[in-house]
């Protein structure tokens, strides 16, 4: 497929290109929307014209589809009250171990090392027939457990419950399991499942955990939670290489304040360890967790996990966990669980965020209610080391998302850990087409900020960030910079285009260390100049903008609406689950630098969500 500007459209060749690329990705991503399962299933090779803007996507992807794992083999059937570990070590590559459906397995499980290939995987599922679970590429939800809803979650559809799963257990014992992957375990793909640990004050850590880094496995229209009150860190501990989780179903991982053993859950966690790790695919999950929703890194490593696709899932935290809201229900003595952020990475490489929905995140805690993060971080370890001088955070593409019910929105930063250690690099961030509403410092306890963008002094300077055509209402700041300019130089190549903001009270504010911070005069066109070199903040239809900051005190060719009601969208609603098309009165339509509306283009991010929820 080619492209080519129509010849009546006078522009550079810059321009010309960023056309190209926004048309060739708007086609991609229905393409994607369109044909979601058999898009994610194909593998590729590294391209030289693998960029979305300046990152470079995942190079590989996991195939995941139960055509791309054949079991032809014999078939162990396990009845309740039989051993499971016997059938593991009796099975052999190209073999079905059945557990018998609505039967529980209570033990910690360890699936070992066989000498598997692409075409002899060991399957691990339930007895129900096929018939009985959703089709393959949609999620399980726990109406597959007998289960019709779960407090302060969204509804699923469940017509009649009933029980067609196996569940494997961990009993009342503290540490990790019910499912243990050893050493070079490889070639196994598990399906029909709820796995999850008995109730008990004792904590559970990982759900899912790899003695070591183990290869080819998929985890497919699961049930993983923990329980309601008690901590249960982490349901998937990634280690290892082509891993994919689909169509699964992720609940009550939290770690509780004050009295609590841990501080961080997540759903899936991932980039610790010093093997090779990824290429991982996270698609079309419901992920439920109180700490990050998803997080790389946050350890020890030595590698950096690559080539990552986190598409069409649900990112959720019920408003239930947010102390004096209705319904309030947190750990048994009271206390809240820890929440963080949505989305983490620390150390990862070549990630694709895309078609998601993320949802509630507050503050209050150690976070302000920022929904993504990416903080590259050299983690500090005892006797002043620290354990991950290889940590990076690279080649992030973030797009056709839909954020919402937050206290902040990005956190983008290059920081030294809290003993100066210094991370590898964390550079070359796409962020486009994405919305996001009812972002609210006073009702999530945030910081009410769009975007804090900072380095510290000594870190990895922060080049090759595009933000574009994003629609987002942030109740307080538009940008929040930080940077000692003057140990370190300017930031390169900072691209700022063709978004729809509430600039809010303080447009772009200094994160504060005094004259030393380019941004400490809180001005935007001296900040951008002291700050960056080689930038383009151009296109963007600021809201709301003060008479303290007039115009001149912006760079050129931007737009300044007094209200919301000017920009004329389809249904402002408050910047709270709004229609953000655009009318065709709209003065911003056509008046991006690309010649496309200002703003996300929602019809794209509709298509790419579609069926998340």
Same mark, same amino acid.
């Given at each position: 497929m080619f492209c080519s500007l129509p010849s009546s459209r006078k522009v550079d060749a810059a321009i010309a290109k960023r056309w190209c690329t926004a048309v060739l990705l708007a086609v991609g991503s229905l393409i994607l929307a369109g044909g979601f399962a058999a898009s994610a299933e194909q593998s590729s090779a590294p391209n030289s014209n693998n960029f979305d803007g300046p990152a470079e996507l995942p190079r590989q992807h996991v195939k995941s589809s139960l055509s791309d794992t054949p079991a032809g083999g014999k078939t162990w059937m396990v009845h309740a009250g039989e051993n499971f570990q016997q059938a593991l070590?009796?099975?052999?590559?190209?073999?079905?171990?059945?557990?018998?459906?609505?039967?529980?397995?209570?033990?910690?499980?360890?699936?070992?090392?066989?000498?598997?290939?692409?075409?002899?995987?060991?399957?691990?599922?339930?007895?129900?027939?096929?018939? @009985?679970?959703?089709?393959? %590429?949609?999620?399980?939800?726990?109406?597959?457990a007998g289960i019709s809803s779960l407090p302060g979650r969204p509804a699923f559809p469940c017509a009649t419950a009933q029980n067609v799963l196996a569940k494997i257990e961990l009993d009342g014992t503290a540490?990790? /399991?019910?499912?243990?992957?050893?050493?070079?375990?490889?070639?196994?793909?598990?399906? /029909?499942?709820?796995?999850?640990?008995?109730? @008990?004050?004792?904590?559970?850590?990982?759900?899912?955990?790899?003695?070591?880094?183990?290869?080819?496995?998929?985890?497919?229209?699961?049930?993983?939670?923990?329980?309601?009150?008690?901590?249960?860190?982490?349901?998937?501990?990634?280690? /290892?290489?082509?891993?994919?989780?689909?169509?699964?179903?992720?609940?009550?991982?939290?770690?509780?304040?004050? @009295?609590?053993?841990?501080?961080?859950?997540?759903?899936?966690?991932?980039?610790?360890?010093?093997?090779?790790?990824?290429?991982?695919?996270?698609?079309?999950?419901?992920?439920e967790a109180s700490g990050e929703n998803i997080m790389f890194g946050g350890g020890a490593a030595t590698?950096?996990?690559?080539?990552?696709?986190?598409?069409?899932?649900?990112?959720?935290?019920?408003?239930?966990?947010?102390? %004096?809201?209705?319904?309030?229900?947190?750990?048994?003595?009271?206390?809240?669980?820890?929440?963080?952020?949505?989305?983490?990475?620390?150390?990862?490489?070549?990630?694709?965020?895309?078609g998601n929905i993320l949802e509630y995140c507050w503050g209050g805690f150690s976070q302000s209610g920022f929904a993504i993060l990416l903080t590259p971080k050299n983690q500090a370890g005892g006797n002043g080391t620290n354990v991950c001088p290889a940590c990076q955070v690279t080649d992030v593409t973030i797009r056709y998302n839909l954020i919402r019910h937050v206290g902040a929105g990005f956190q983008i930063a290059n920081a030294l850990s809290d003993n100066g250690g210094v991370q590898t690099d964390g550079e070359r961030y796409s962020i486009h087409d994405v919305v996001i509403d009812d972002m609210d410092g006073k009702k999530y306890s945030g910081a009410g900020m769009f975007l804090q963008f900072s380095v510290t002094a000594g870190a990895p300077l922060l080049h090759n960030v595009t933000i574009d055509h994003v629609t987002a209402f942030p109740s307080s700041m538009m940008i929040n910079m930080g940077h000692m300019a003057a140990a370190r130089g300017p930031i390169n190549n900072f691209v700022f285009t063709n978004n729809i903001l509430s600039v809010?009270?303080?447009?772009?504010?200094?994160?504060?260390?005094?004259? /030393?911070?380019?941004?400490?005069?809180?001005?935007?066109?001296?900040?951008?100049?002291?700050?960056?070199?080689?930038?383009?903040?151009?296109?963007?239809?600021?809201?709301?903008?003060?008479?303290?900051?007039?115009?001149?005190?912006?760079?050129?060719?931007?737009?300044?609406?007094?209200?919301?009601?000017?920009?004329?969208?389809?249904?402002?609603?408050?910047?709270?689950? %709004?229609d953000y098309h655009l009318q065709p009165s709209s003065p911003y339509k056509h008046k991006g630098t690309d010649g496309k509306d200002v703003g996300a283009d929602v019809d794209a991010i509709n298509a790419a969500i579609a069926g998340v929820e």
């Amino acid at each position: 497929m080619f492209c080519s500007l129509p010849s009546s459209r006078k522009v550079d060749a810059a321009i010309a290109k960023r056309w190209c690329t926004a048309v060739l990705l708007a086609v991609g991503s229905l393409i994607l929307a369109g044909g979601f399962a058999a898009s994610a299933e194909q593998s590729s090779a590294p391209n030289s014209n693998n960029f979305d803007g300046p990152a470079e996507l995942p190079r590989q992807h996991v195939k995941s589809s139960l055509s791309d794992t054949p079991a032809g083999g014999k078939t162990w059937m396990v009845h309740a009250g039989e051993n499971f570990q016997q059938a593991l070590a009796s099975a052999s590559c190209g073999d079905v171990i059945q557990l018998e459906a609505g039967a529980t397995f209570n033990g910690n499980f360890t699936l070992p090392q066989k000498s598997c290939d692409d075409s002899h995987w060991i399957i691990i599922r339930t007895s129900a027939p096929d018939s @009985s679970l959703p089709p393959e %590429g949609t999620r399980l939800t726990p109406c597959y457990a007998g289960i019709s809803s779960l407090p302060g979650r969204p509804a699923f559809p469940c017509a009649t419950a009933q029980n067609v799963l196996a569940k494997i257990e961990l009993d009342g014992t503290a540490g990790s /399991g019910p499912i243990n992957f050893a050493a070079g375990a490889n070639h196994y793909r598990l399906m /029909g499942l709820e796995v999850t640990r008995g109730a @008990s004050a004792n904590p559970v850590y990982n759900l899912v955990v790899f003695k070591a880094p183990a290869d080819h496995l998929i985890f497919d229209r699961l049930w993983l939670h923990g329980s309601a009150q008690d901590e249960t860190t982490r349901g998937i501990a990634l280690a /290892g290489t082509n891993i994919a989780v689909v169509d699964s179903f992720f609940t009550d991982f939290h770690c509780i304040s004050k @009295s609590g053993s841990c501080t961080d859950a997540q759903a899936i966690g991932g980039g610790g360890g010093n093997l090779p790790m990824g290429t991982y695919k996270i698609a079309n999950n419901f992920l439920e967790a109180s700490g990050e929703n998803i997080m790389f890194g946050g350890g020890a490593a030595t590698t950096t996990p690559a080539d990552i696709e986190i598409r069409h899932n649900h990112f959720f935290k019920p408003l239930t966990w947010m102390k %004096g809201e209705a319904g309030y229900a947190g750990a048994a003595n009271g206390n809240p669980f820890m929440v963080k952020n949505l989305l983490e990475l620390k150390n990862a490489q070549r990630v694709l965020v895309e078609g998601n929905i993320l949802e509630y995140c507050w503050g209050g805690f150690s976070q302000s209610g920022f929904a993504i993060l990416l903080t590259p971080k050299n983690q500090a370890g005892g006797n002043g080391t620290n354990v991950c001088p290889a940590c990076q955070v690279t080649d992030v593409t973030i797009r056709y998302n839909l954020i919402r019910h937050v206290g902040a929105g990005f956190q983008i930063a290059n920081a030294l850990s809290d003993n100066g250690g210094v991370q590898t690099d964390g550079e070359r961030y796409s962020i486009h087409d994405v919305v996001i509403d009812d972002m609210d410092g006073k009702k999530y306890s945030g910081a009410g900020m769009f975007l804090q963008f900072s380095v510290t002094a000594g870190a990895p300077l922060l080049h090759n960030v595009t933000i574009d055509h994003v629609t987002a209402f942030p109740s307080s700041m538009m940008i929040n910079m930080g940077h000692m300019a003057a140990a370190r130089g300017p930031i390169n190549n900072f691209v700022f285009t063709n978004n729809i903001l509430s600039v809010g009270t303080y447009p772009v504010w200094s994160t504060g260390g005094g004259n /030393g911070n380019c941004a400490f005069f809180d001005k935007p066109l001296t900040t951008f100049n002291a700050c960056f070199s080689g930038y383009t903040f151009a296109g963007n239809a600021l809201i709301g903008n003060a008479p303290a900051f007039p115009p001149n005190v912006w760079p050129p060719k931007n737009f300044f609406p007094s209200t919301a009601k000017d920009i004329h969208f389809v249904n402002y609603n408050g910047g709270n689950g %709004g229609d953000y098309h655009l009318q065709p009165s709209s003065p911003y339509k056509h008046k991006g630098t690309d010649g496309k509306d200002v703003g996300a283009d929602v019809d794209a991010i509709n298509a790419a969500i579609a069926g998340v929820e």
